[in-house]
Structures are given as structure tokens and as C-alpha cells.
């Protein structure tokens, strides 16, 4: 309700269709969030890539100080609010065990914001958006923080909080560090098994084809 508000707010109470469509970051996020929230399952990787994003939105809005001091006060106080929901919300679902920040679900919030950059790209060709998703220019003006450099951070930050998570919620052996480890283990010991099997499987065809020569020798030097 806060970011379709807004959209009502910042377009002197008069949004067009289009209006309606996220054309930044956390304009998307503000209207995807809430859904993800309401219709994923719990602890879904889904919910994971929507809260994640959502709480990187939120807290650097936030904490850049970006939206203060626009032509209208109550443009910055929604959009500080419905900032400060996102990044509340994916916390609280954290805090009550709702959606868990564990290692496995990174790739799917790879998946999302690259799905993002793909929306991006379309608005700003065909609805003539100048910036939408950043592509064109720094998350913070003044800083090197494009899109592609933001978005390996966000999964920089996304395995580093996973693997802090995963360390004390989960035992050891339930971590994705360690399963990982034991898979990589366990493909190269089925690796060398196969090579021993093939080792074996070729001594064997070796040996048949010896005996199959000294038989032939033998019925050749054999008397008639």
C-alpha cells in the first residue's frame, strides 16, 4: 500500500497505467516483496531472493540519505517509510524463522536480480524509462557502484550472511559448506573408482584376448 501510494503522491494524484510500473530498483522490489510474502511458500528460495533484495533496497535508501530534501515532504516521508518496510519486513521474517538465510538459496536470488537487468533493458527500450534498474548510470551518484558491480556485491553479502547464519543455527554437518565439501569428495572418489573399474574392465579384455591368442597358437601347432 506504501509504494502504490507513492506512486499516487508522485505523480500529483494523477498516475497513469504506466505510472504503475517499477521503474528503479526498489520501486520493483516495493511491489514484489509483499506479493512474495503473501502467495511463496516459508522459507521458499523464492521468498529468500525477494526479502534479500528488498532488505538491500530498503537499507541503502535508507542510509544514503538519497531522497531527502525533495520538493515535497511527504515525497520523502513515504518513500523513507515504504523503505523502511522492506527492510523491516525481511528482517522480521528472519527473526520468527520464516524464510532462513542459509547458502543454498544464493542462486536463486543470482537468478532474480538477473531477471531484474533483463527488465530493465526492455522498460528502458520500450517504455522509454532513462534509468530504470541503473544500467545507465551509479546506484549512488558519485560512486562506482553500477549495476554490475552492485549485483556481485549483493551476492557477495548474500554468501557471507549465509555462511555467519549457517555457523550458528546449523551443526556442522548441516552446513552447505560442509555438503559441498563432501560432495566434491565424494565425485572424486567415484572418480577413481570408475578409472579402477575401467583399469580392471581393460586388464580383463587384455587377458581374454591373450588367452584367446595362445589358444589359437596352440590348435595351430597341434598335430592333424
Known amino acids: 500500500m506504501a509504494t502504490i501510494l507513492s506512486r499516487f503522491i508522485y505523480n500529483n494524484w494523477k498516475p497513469s497505467l504506466i505510472d504503475f510500473l517499477p521503474n528503479i530498483f526498489c520501486s520493483t522490489m516495493g511491489f514484489i516483496t509483499p506479493l512474495f510474502v503473501l502467495f511463496c511458500k516459508k ?13 538491500i533496497g530498503g537499507i541503502v535508501t535508507l542510509f544514503s540519505g538519497e531522497d531527502i530534501g525533495q520538493e515535497k515532504v511527504l515525497n520523502t516521508f513515504i518513500s523513507y517509510f515504504y523503505h523502511g518496510l522492506m527492510a523491516t519486513l525481511a528482517m522480521l521474517c528472519v527473526a520468527v524463522k520464516y524464510c532462513k538465510p542459509t547458502l543454498n538459496k544464493v542462486p536463486r536470488l543470482f537468478v532474480g536480480l538477473s531477471i531484474m537487468v533483463v527488465y530493465g533493458v526492455f ?4 517504455f522509454d524509462y532513462s534509468n530504470n534498474m541503473y544500467l545507465n548510470s551509479p546506484l549512488l551518484e558519485g560512486t562506482p557502484l553500477t549495476w554490475w558491480l552492485t549485483g556481485i556485491l549483493i551476492i557477495c553479502l548474500a554468501i557471507i550472511i549465509g555462511l555467519i547464519y549457517e555457523a ?3 551443526k556442522w554437518h548441516e552446513q552447505s559448506l560442509y555438503k559441498c565439501w563432501r560432495s566434491s569428495v565424494n565425485y572424486f572418489k567415484s572418480l577413481k573408482v570408475n578409472k579402477n573399474q575401467e583399469i580392471k574392465l581393460q586388464e580383463k579384455i587384455q587377458s581374454q584376448k591373450i588367452s584367446e591368442q595362445k589358444e589359437k597358437q596352440e590348435n595351430l601347432n597341434s598335430p592333424k
Open 43 to 55: 522459507d521458499s528460495k523464492n521468498l529468500y531472493y525477494a526479502l534479500f533484495a528488498g532488505f
Open 123 to 126: 522498460s528502458n527500450q520500450v
Open 168 to 170: 550458528i543455527t546449523l
